[in-house]
């Protein structure tokens, strides 16, 4: 049965530009852009990062910047390349009446509310206009999703997330209207069938860079959030099975998950870095013999599997989500079933015979921070010259996209139990 969402009528949709117009827009149109971005609002961008939006919107700023375009970042106070009057801030405290409505959400949730509820009304009555060529939206909040239609400039939007329910709600309303959407691979464009059309895929990038080649080593490494779906308790159990020593590192972004779970596993075989600079990350990462990856969730893209690939590391990961599409076909890594330990102990020593240089390159092909730049530059110039049209949805869909939406039945195939395969999406 169609979900009752798809009953809403869909606007007009107009053609969408082939790759021959894009590429024609890229070339007449080289000046630099003017390009606003809203960034997330839950942590500052800075090192070291809360997780891996923060280092995307973040690293992705940076680079328009270098390539000379004129970019602003609308983002928390504190944040990295945020100009004064720029920060994504509330400024408002609800009165001692209204904290004691029992209807109302957390106060970390209206203040984010108020934040883009300002930020978008400030954008909406002129100021987008005099300042911007377009906006890039990476909020997870749906309000700037929602008031996008009424901003007189081209909005492009990145899902980075499976749906929500708040921004599924907005979607069902607008269809989109006004905004072209991107997600951060197909696992994630496929995930959000609210759309009529699927977004267009991005991968996300690292700086390869600052992820540079590492010479490996005995120890292997987890990274990222310790929190319960990223699941660090599981890649020391799969470490201890193999009888590898395992460095764990990130923030403690769940306290009592780490007191419950990390803390009394600790020991000689088994440290904490720490929250750690993107520098001294690399560093770790590129000097380990094997990463671990163990979402039980499904991840939508897997940014430290990037990280990793780019130092030549080899990977392990739960076959989950988009960390498909990061491993890609080159045999960069070892995907296991879902969730289970044993079968990732058993494919350490396989990732470990795995070439580094070759992990390296496949990174530098497919996930680099300036392949990705290039890309949305591509896409922005595009939706400047096809301009503002608030009745419009842009939710598009690319040979990419399709290319992999004819790989879903492969890629979704249930793999043999205790038995690891160097497969993944075809790279491109």
Request: charged share 20%; with cysteine; glycine share 8%.
């Amino acid at each position: 049965m169609r979900s009752p969402l798809h009953a809403v009528p869909t606007p007009l949709l107009t053609p969408l530009p082939t790759p021959l117009t894009l590429g024609l827009a890229t070339r007449r149109t080289r000046r630099p852009l003017r390009i606003g971005v809203i960034g997330p609002w839950k942590y500052p961008l800075v090192q070291p990062f809360a997780g891996g939006l923060e280092s995307h919107v973040s690293e992705l700023t940076a680079r328009l910047r270098q390539l000379g375009h004129d970019v602003s970042l609308f983002a928390r106070e504190g944040s990295t390349g945020v100009a004064t009057g720029d920060e994504l801030e509330s400024g408002w405290i609800p009165s001692l009446a209204a904290t004691r409505d029992v209807s109302m959400p957390s106060m970390a949730a209206m203040l984010e509310h108020h934040a883009y509820q300002r930020l978008l009304l400030r954008l909406v009555h002129g100021e987008a206009e005099q300042r911007f060529d377009l906006i890039h939206i990476h909020a997870v909040h749906h309000l700037p999703v929602a008031m996008a239609p009424s901003l007189p400039v081209p909005v492009i939007a990145t899902l980075h997330t499976p749906p929500t329910a708040w921004l599924e709600s907005t979607l069902a309303v607008t269809r989109g209207a006004g905004v072209r959407f991107t997600a951060v691979s197909s696992h994630v464009s496929k995930a959000w069938s609210v759309l009529e059309q699927r977004p267009e895929v991005v991968l996300n990038g690292v700086d390869t860079d600052v992820w540079r080649a590492g010479p490996g080593g005995g120890r292997v490494v987890w990274s990222g959030r310790l929190v319960p779906e990223k699941a660090p308790h599981l890649a020391i159990r799969a470490a201890r099975l193999a009888g590898r020593p395992i460095t764990i590192a990130g923030p403690v972004s769940d306290p009592d998950y780490v007191r419950r779970e990390i803390a009394p596993l600790l020991g000689d075989d088994v440290t904490y870095a720490g929250h750690l600079g993107q520098q001294s990350l690399a560093a770790l990462v590129g000097s380990a013999a094997v990463v671990l990856a163990t979402p039980v969730w499904e991840e939508p893209f897997g940014l430290t599997v990037a990280e990793a690939l780019s130092c030549g590391t080899p990977v392990v990961a739960f076959d989950r989500g988009g960390i498909r599409e990061v491993i890609g076909s080159s045999g960069s890594g070892v995907l296991v079933p879902a969730d289970d330990v044993a079968a990732m102990a058993a494919a350490i020593p396989l990732a470990e015979r795995i070439d580094r240089e070759a992990v390296r390159r496949h990174a530098e092909r497919r996930l680099s921070l300036g392949r990705m730049v290039e890309r949305y530059v591509d896409l922005y110039r595009v939706a400047v010259r096809a301009g503002h049209d608030p009745e419009v949805s842009r939710g598009v869909v690319t040979g990419q996209a399709q290319a992999l939406e004819a790989l879903q039945p492969a890629l979704h195939r249930e793999p043999a139990p205790l038995l690891t395969k160097m497969v993944g999406v075809a790279d491109d």
